[in-house]
């Protein structure tokens, strides 16, 4: 089992940055492929970026990519979002999970998310 607490959101201007951790507490992080997801007022949990076990190989939406990087670090056991050229429709609650899996239904743990809100 894995607990995932997600951190770094924020209020910032489009064309900005932030940076999103997940910290994981438990010994099998490193077992666990880990994704970031987003969910909008209204809309559906959608999947943002993913990355493998040993961070070898990352995924990302096509509305993020070239914006976004998903990193990690097993050593601290954290996964990170950097996020830049940030645009108002990036504005949603983001989460990680572990499992990796693009549909949020698959994924076994969740954290408690993070507000990112993108001003115009």
């Known amino acids: 089992q894995v607990q995932l607490v997600e951190s770094g959101g924020g209020l910032v201007q489009a064309g900005g940055s932030l940076r999103l951790s997940c910290a994981a507490s438990?010994?099998?992080?490193?077992?666990?492929?880990i994704g970031w997801f987003r969910q909008a007022p209204g809309k559906e949990r959608e999947f943002v970026a993913s990355?493998?076990?040993?961070?070898?190989?990352?995924y990302y939406a096509d509305s993020v990519k070239g914006r976004f990087t998903i990193s990690r670090d097993n050593a601290k056991n954290t996964v990170y979002l950097q996020m830049n050229s940030l645009k108002p429709e990036d504005t949603a609650i983001y989460y990680c999970a572990a499992g990796g899996y693009r549909d949020p239904r698959e994924n076994d743990y969740w954290g408690q998310g993070t507000q990112v809100t993108v001003s115009s």
């Open positions: 990355i493998s076990r040993s961070g070898g190989r990352t």
């Open positions: 438990g010994r099998t992080f490193s077992t666990y492929a």
